[in-house]
């Protein structure tokens, strides 16, 4: 296997840095298109995106999830657009400096795309210019004209569905969204309302496997990437320090300890990103919501 040398010692990538191309909106949408499933952790830091992107997972996310495992909050209403700025700004120069293809998505934090379109077009400069290559929000709804007015001005918006963390005190915890007839259906609608409005991927999270598959069929030209959404979705995505089995509280029971038979971190993503591809992970049985 080759190696390349880096910044933070080396890294073995799973293939040839010539033959990984950075990944773009249309290559993900090619791979949603032909059923390759696409692969996504999150990452807060240079060393870990440019570990993740030797591993080969193909879209990191900084996601406001730092606000629990960096930060030590509760949940992630907490988290201001300041902290997302440095830690993308930590990851894009992670990713730079090992010469990284991966896809780079930043998280809006709660409060930051409220108030309006044009508030949320400024917190999403503020994301782009730190190197995100798109910025991720959560809910339907109102946000169906955020996200349009984003994409119309050239910003690539992930929408994110079904357990929203920042709403969870609205939602009463963290539960499966989209359990009954009439609250599936209301979530089918916002999805393709997003798609509508020109969001190029969509977080399905906590919500029936039988739904996500469905969406996933039905959304045309919008990949799902699932967490605790069961296998039928274009892709999926962990939170890194569950994934190598570092929680602080209780694990949510969709998550995988990957470390447990890995060797190296980098080992743990390699068969993260194995497990994805060829359906290993999730296991169907634990997402029978
Ligand atoms: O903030 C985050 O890490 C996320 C993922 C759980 C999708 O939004």
């Known amino acids: 296997m080759t190696t390349t040398s880096t910044p933070y010692g080396t890294l073995s990538p799973t293939s040839t840095p010539s033959a990984r191309k950075p990944l773009s909106l249309p290559r993900l949408r090619e791979m949603h298109a032909q059923g390759e499933k696409i ?3 999150t990452a807060y830091d240079a060393t870990f995106a440019a570990v993740a992107d030797a591993a080969g997972v193909e879209c990191i996310l900084v996601g406001d ?23 993308t700004e930590c990851v894009a120069n992670g990713l730079r400096r090992s010469q ?3 896809w780079l998505i930043g998280d809006l934090p709660f409060g930051s795309y409220h108030e309006s379109k044009e508030q949320a077009l400024r917190s999403a400069v503020v994301l782009m210019q730190a190197g995100a290559h798109m910025v991720k929000l959560e809910g339907g709804g109102w946000t169906v004209e955020v996200v349009r007015f984003l994409v119309e001005r050239g910003i690539p918006v992930c929408a ?8 969870v005190h609205a939602l009463g915890g ?5 359990k009954t007839g009439e609250a599936a259906a209301a979530l089918k609608q916002d ?12 977080v399905l999270e906590m919500v029936p ?10 959304l045309t030209h919008c990949p799902t990437i699932g967490i605790g959404a069961g296998h039928g979705t274009s892709g999926q995505v962990l939170v890194l320090h569950d994934m190598l089995g570092m929680n602080l509280g209780k694990m949510p029971k969709f998550v995988r300890n990957f470390m447990q038979d890995a060797g190296s971190i980098q080992g743990a993503m390699q068969t993260y990103v194995q497990a994805v591809k060829n359906g290993n992970f999730p296991d169907n049985a634990v997402h029978a919501w």
């Open 39 to 41: 692969t996504m952790l």
């Open 65 to 87: 999830s730092l606000g629990m495992v960096c930060q030590g909050l509760t949940s992630t209403v907490g988290v201001t657009l300041e902290t997302m700025r440095h830690h």
């Open 100 to 102: 990284g293809v991966a």
């Open 160 to 167: 994110h569905l079904g357990l929203t963390p920042q709403t």
């Open 174 to 178: 963290y539960r499966v969204q989209g």
């Open 191 to 202: 999805a393709h309302k997003l798609q509508d409005a020109g969001a190029a991927m969509l």
């Open 209 to 218: 496997a039988m739904l996500a598959a469905e969406l996933t069929q039905t």
